[in-house]
């Protein structure tokens, strides 16, 4: 393999667009290829994105747009679960605030983004195949066309296709033992500072925050041994899920008034929390891969869409400067120790949700906590080395 011109990029989520608009800023052409038929299912959940995601926005100039769809919550408070405030902390200074917003509203921003500066979306595009050639990679949709260019990035999400046909051996997503949930409680039902995340531990774990209109959105998770899939979560009714997340949260504060004044019908159920274990290839010939295809922290680091973003710019370093197999060794180098540090602490926070932990393990400071995440910066005009450096 020489100097990389053209890409495919297998999904069109957020590190697919992310990574197609990376490419065009290094002078390679990129198509991304999403399987469903329209938008990229936003699951309805709210995310946040952290400052070194927005950080690295900044190089593909989507900062803004995607700031434009949030809105700020730079602040930090960590809660007993009974009632008292261990910590707070107020963002770092010079670092932009941690924005919140529905994950489909990122999605929208980053493609409509994405389209403007020029970059093609083929939806309804399944990837079902690739076919290695010495010149070119092919791939093989669903509805039996192809496509090919000179390397194909599977940003294909925690289930990818792509990671397989690199190695059909490749583990798969781990179920952390507890199931996601989200909603919204009343404006008065607890006192909240606007732009601050509480996090409040305790026999369970519930977090929050208020929503520029005033109501608090919540996210809180439900011990169970076996996986159910999304779609099982979603035929059990929402007033089931609720009675169920009362009962769990009966003695904790602010839980229990939390729930207390949720309505069914703002329950959103975001199914089987995952992560992705340590993935041995992350490429193979001119197949690669990027995001939660590769590196999934699970939502209790509330950095997947921040790592995907990432990854996206750096792996679009890597081409840009270096022209053959290297670019991608280079790639992981500058990539896995950071991004299996994160989930190996999610994991971590992951035990605390579902009740192994009965608090943060040791309560760390807001420069342990954060510091090394949030401060990690790109420098894009910088050259890549072979050493990915
Ligand atoms: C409930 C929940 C809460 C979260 N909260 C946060 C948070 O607060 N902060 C944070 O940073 N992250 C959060 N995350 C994680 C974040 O959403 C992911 O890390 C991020 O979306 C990863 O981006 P990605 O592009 O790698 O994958 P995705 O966004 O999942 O995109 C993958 C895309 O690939 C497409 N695709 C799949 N297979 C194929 C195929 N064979 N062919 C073509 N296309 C295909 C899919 O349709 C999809 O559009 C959360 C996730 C969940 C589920």
Known sequence: MSAVRTALVIGGGIGGTVTAMALARAGIEATVHEAYPGDADGVGAMLSLAPNGLAALRIVEAEEAVQAAGHPVPGVVLADGAGNQLSEFHGFPGLPATHAMARADLYRALTDHALARGVKIDYGKRLVAAEERPDAVTAVFADGSTASADVLIGAD???????????????????????????????????????????????????????????????????????????????????????????????????????????????????????????????????????????????????????????AIELARCLRDLPDHAAFDAYERLRRGRVELIGGNAAATNRAKAGQAASPPTLPSPEQMFGPVHRHLIDWDATVSRAGQ
Request: proline share 10%; glycine share 10%.
């Open 157 to 311: 999400g925690i289930r990818s296709t792509v990671r397989t046909l690199i190695d059909p051996a490749a583990p798969g997503p781990e179920y952390a033992g507890v199931l996601g949930f989200g909603g919204l409680a009343a404006e008065d039902t607890v006192p909240a500072a606007p732009g601050t995340m509480y996090f409040a531990f305790g026999s369970s774990f519930i977090g929050y925050w208020r929503l520029p209109d005033g109501q608090l959105c919540w996210f809180a998770s439900l011990p169970r041994t076996e996986p159910l899939s999304r779609a099982e979560v979603h035929r059990i009714p929402a007033e089931q899920w609720l009675a169920e997340l009362r009962e769990r949260y009966a003695d904790h504060v602010p839980g229990a008034q939390l729930l207390a004044h949720t309505t069914p019908d703002t329950l959103m159920a975001t199914g089987p929390v995952e992560r992705m274990p340590s993935v041995p290839h992350w490429h193979r010939g001119r197949l690669v891969l990027v995001g939660d295809a590769v590196h999934a922290p699970s939502s209790s680091s509330g950095q997947g869409a921040s790592l995907a973003i990432e990854s």
